[in-house]
């Protein structure tokens, strides 16, 4: 038995444990995305990078702006998160953003 087998097997059989120990709830968040897509080794994310990256700098800045230009009118904390995110989506070429994007344009037109 080569190492790679007898790893990927201990990785398999690892996997399984965790996957069984799991409460239903969790199996089925899991089967959903697919269990041969679910890596439960992965790293977690960094928190810093929500924050620190150059998309999330800029998206900052980007919004900081858009409030400057509605005469510093600054919204909740709730909307503000949404613009973030709408921001550092499209930034990103993030799909969810792109369609918020296509929508809010179709809509304009729409009216208009």
Same mark, same amino acid.
């Given at each position: 038995? #080569? ?25 089925? $968040? ?9 890596? /439960?080794?992965?790293? /977690?994310?960094? /928190?810093? @990078? ?7 700098? $800029?998206?900052? #800045? ?8 509605? #005469?510093? $009118? ?19 070429? @993030? /799909? ?17």
């Amino acid at each position: 038995m #080569a190492v790679d087998d007898r790893d990927e097997k201990e990785y398999e059989l690892k996997k399984k444990a965790i996957f069984d120990s799991m409460a239903k709830r969790g199996q089925e $968040r899991i089967l959903r995305m697919g269990y041969d897509n679910w890596d /439960p080794f992965q790293e /977690p994310k960094d /928190p810093r @990078e929500r924050i620190f990256s150059s998309a999330s700098l $800029r998206s900052t #800045a980007i919004v900081n702006e858009f409030y400057q230009s509605q #005469a510093g $009118r600054e919204e909740s904390v709730a909307l503000h998160k949404e613009l973030f995110d709408l921001c550092k989506g499209l930034l990103q070429d @993030e /799909p969810r953003a792109r369609v918020i994007y296509q929508f809010c344009n179709w809509y304009k037109e729409k009216l208009g």
